[in-house]
């Protein structure tokens, strides 16, 4: 198929990489396959992360796209959408998520590489949230590698309740695990386990690489069992249910409201 659109908007990107300055950590890269379908299993902390797990595809050889699975929402926008649907994203209606399913699976047996956040939305606490077993899925039923990615560092930039600030000089580690081993009648559900286990244990190694650490009263963006004063998953989930249901969440954490 021809590309127009998403060609245009990875060099936009790079320009704003460039602009800010940011200090990229790219692993793994060799991890990515040369061709054929697989799925990349992400976590999520920013409203960027689709454009930092891309990277890693853009700097392979043979250079690779990622069609990403993103909330239907995005695709409604009139900013974001007609780039969305240009670049041959896949819009998910968790309503009727079937045509979704049907439409990555098709993808990857043709040979595209599938980006998923099995989170399905951006972690408040910065570790992982509990996964939906979707990438697990189309891993399995389409036969192509499961590929565990850590995001780390966009959080800084622009993330879930806290307004974008156009930091310069902000490190942002991205490592492409190598693919999840195969393990012979394994479900969905046990493979997600394995996922969540494996991206767990990522983040933490990210973690102990990054850096930098958060000037005083600037602890937000690291979590809190590490000492930041990022709310907990626990008061995260609470956040997340206030707002689900209408209910006027406060801050999780005074730290977290003060900057």
Do not use: C
């Not at 198929?1 to 060799?30: C, H, N, Q, S």
């Not at 999520?44 to 796209?65: E, K, Q």
């Not at 998923?116 to 951006?122: G, K, L, N």
Request: hydrophobic residues 40%.
């Amino acid at each position: 198929m021809r590309e127009w659109v998403y060609p245009p908007v990875i060099r936009t990107a790079l320009t704003l990489f460039k602009l800010l300055g940011i200090r990229f950590d790219l692993r793994g890269i060799d991890n990515l396959p040369p061709d054929g379908g697989a799925v990349l299993a992400s976590n999520h902390v920013s409203y960027l992360d689709f454009m930092f797990v891309g990277l890693p595809a853009h700097r392979a050889r043979p250079r690779r796209l990622v069609r990403f699975m993103a909330k239907k929402s995005v695709f409604d926008h009139r900013i974001s959408g007609p780039l969305m649907r240009g670049m041959h994203h896949i819009p998910v209606d968790r309503k009727a998520g079937a045509a979704a399913y049907r439409h990555a699976l098709d993808a990857l047996r043709s040979g595209e590489l599938i980006g998923v956040f099995p989170e399905q939305t951006i972690s408040r606490s910065f570790v992982p949230r509990p996964l939906k077993n979707g990438a697990a899925r189309l891993a399995i039923e389409a036969d192509v590698p499961l590929i565990p990615v850590v995001v780390w560092g966009g959080q800084r930039i622009w993330t879930s309740g806290r307004k974008p600030k156009l930091r310069r000089k902000v490190p942002v580690s991205v490592w492409v695990d190598t693919p999840m081993p195969r393990v012979e009648g394994e479900t969905a559900a046990e493979l997600t386990e394995r996922l969540a286990t494996r991206l767990r244990e990522l983040v933490d190694e990210v973690l102990t690489a990054y850096p930098d650490q958060p000037r005083t009263g600037d602890e937000w963006w690291l979590p809190a069992h590490l000492g930041g004063a990022a709310p907990t998953p626990a008061e995260a989930a609470m956040h997340e249910h206030r707002s689900i249901h209408g209910v006027e969440a406060q801050p999780a954490r005074t730290d977290d409201a003060a900057s």
